[in-house]
């Protein structure tokens, strides 16, 4: 089981990382937002995150994890004012911790969380032989499992939402990157052909199509 800490204080960092290392979970840790930004590509069980850090806070981190995964997440924080419990849920976050906190304490609640894991909606796509389960992450051609970073898996799964509808290099920029400008569209290029030299190549079936000019769509074409 993989567990991302995101936490500026050295102190309480190296508490829990010893803490939950020493509990069987593999750790990594973030010290600030846009360290841990950078790790969400990567896959993890479970989230650790504390409220207040540089750069990024950790409200802005939750949403970002909430574009694009289930992941349970715990929050740390300070304060046990009810607004930001109540704000911290409402963003989606699964539990709550005031610190300061024990580690046995800490320890129930990752153990729960992780026992519950990735509950909520079940969803499902399927286009010819390409089939996606949202929930447990997992991409499949021909029974075949795929393995996806996370950014190539949301852009998947947007050209399953929008089966057979044409989508710019723009709008696919500002679903998966949040970038609301028509910035480097290269960034969405580069993209595409790593996501179908994963999910297209290998197969005699193409299922992205380029169409000149105004971008891309994902259908099964005879
Ligand atoms: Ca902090």
Known sequence: MRILVVEDERKTADYLCKGLGE???????????????????EEFDLIILDVMLPGLDGWQ????????SQVPVLFLTARDAVEYRV???????DDYLVK???F???LARVRTLLRRGPPRESEHFRVAD???????????????RIALTNKEFALLELFLERQGEVLSRTYIA?????????????????AIRRLRAKVDDPYPLKLIHTERGMGYVLE???
């Not at 509990?23 to 590509?41: I, K, N, P, T, W």
């Not at 981190?61 to 574009?67: A, F, M, T």
């Not at 949040?178 to 969405?188: A, I």
């Open 87 to 93: 704000k911290g849920l409402e963003l989606g976050a």
């Open 100 to 102: 300061p906190f024990s």
């Open 174 to 190: 500002s679903r998966v990157w949040q970038m609301n400008f028509d910035s480097d569209t290269n960034v969405v290029e580069v």
């Open 220 to 222: 099964e074409r005879a």
């Open 130 to 144: 390409l089939e996606m389960d949202v929930l447990r992450r997992r991409v499949t051609r021909q029974g075949e």
């Open 23 to 41: 509990s069987g979970y593999r750790v990594e840790v973030a010290r600030d937002g846009f360290e841990a930004e950078h790790l969400f590509e």
């Open 61 to 68: 981190l939750l949403q970002l994890i909430r574009r694009r």
């Open 104 to 106: 046995i304490e800490l």
